[in-house]
């Protein structure tokens, strides 16, 4: 069985970047979509972005200039990182799998996710 | 404010029967699936529903999920104290061309 495990800094400034990692075990990362969410503190989900194993990628309109994920096949791993963060960016950050017939619109197997706070 | 729309709680109590509703419009339910998930602080959250109506092997039959038009719905039957929890629906929006979840339904358990 999958799982999932995000790891990074739990602060991040104001204006800096904020970069975290999700480590796959149990499965190869070569195969199916890969995503990012995350919700704030009181507020439902928001999807930020997934990558398909391939590379391609596919952000949130409202993300996109701001947001990158990319992917390490060999150790397993994808990435996201979010320039320019303002508070507003604080939230609990999910890792996440699709199946591949979800197209990264579903999220199967998720991480238990790690709490970003942005502040100076 | 999202734009697929939940009530923000419900509750029952043991045993009986809820509904949860989750209504969009034609760019978002009406025109593709929509995925039910669980969130509970701490926890990995887990989904319940996909492709409107169907079960992930290991989440029990009391989770069934329905569709019609622009609107959906989780039923969870034969509530247990475990189902205390957040809902939220999810779907796909063309417009937006995002993802896009619900505000999300705290379910409690009487």
């Known amino acids: 069985q999958v799982q999932l495990q995000e790891s990074g800094p739990g602060l991040v400034k104001p204006s800096e970047t904020l970069s975290l990692t999700c480590t796959v075990s149990g499965g190869s990362i070569s195969s199916y979509y890969w995503s990012w969410i995350r919700q704030p503190p009181g507020k439902g989900p928001e999807w930020i972005g997934y990558i398909y194993y391939s590379g391609s990628t596919n952000y949130n309109p409202s993300l996109k200039s701001r947001v990158t994920i990319s992917i390490d096949t060999s150790k397993n791993q994808f990435s996201l990182k979010l320039n320019s963060v303002t508070a507003a960016d604080t939230a609990v950050y999910y890792c996440?799998?699709?199946?591949?017939?979800?197209?990264?619109?579903?999220?199967?197997?998720w991480g238990q996710g790690t709490m970003v706070t942005v502040s100076s | 404010q999202s734009v697929v729309t939940q009530p923000p709680s419900a509750s029952g109590t043991p045993g009986q029967r809820v509904t949860i509703s989750c209504s969009g419009s034609s760019s978002n339910v009406g025109t593709n699936h929509v995925y039910w998930y669980q969130l509970l602080p701490g926890t990995a959250p887990k989904l319940l529903i996909y492709r409107n109506n169907q079960r992930p092997s290991g989440v029990p039959d009391r989770f069934s999920g329905s569709k019609s038009g622009t609107s959906a719905s989780l039923a969870i039957s034969g509530l247990r104290s475990e189902d205390e929890s957040d809902y939220y629906c999810a779907t796909w929006d063309d417009s937006l061309s995002s993802v896009v979840f619900g505000g999300g339904t705290k379910l409690t358990v009487l």
């Open positions: 996440a799998t699709s199946p591949t017939w979800a197209l990264g619109r579903a999220f199967d197997i």
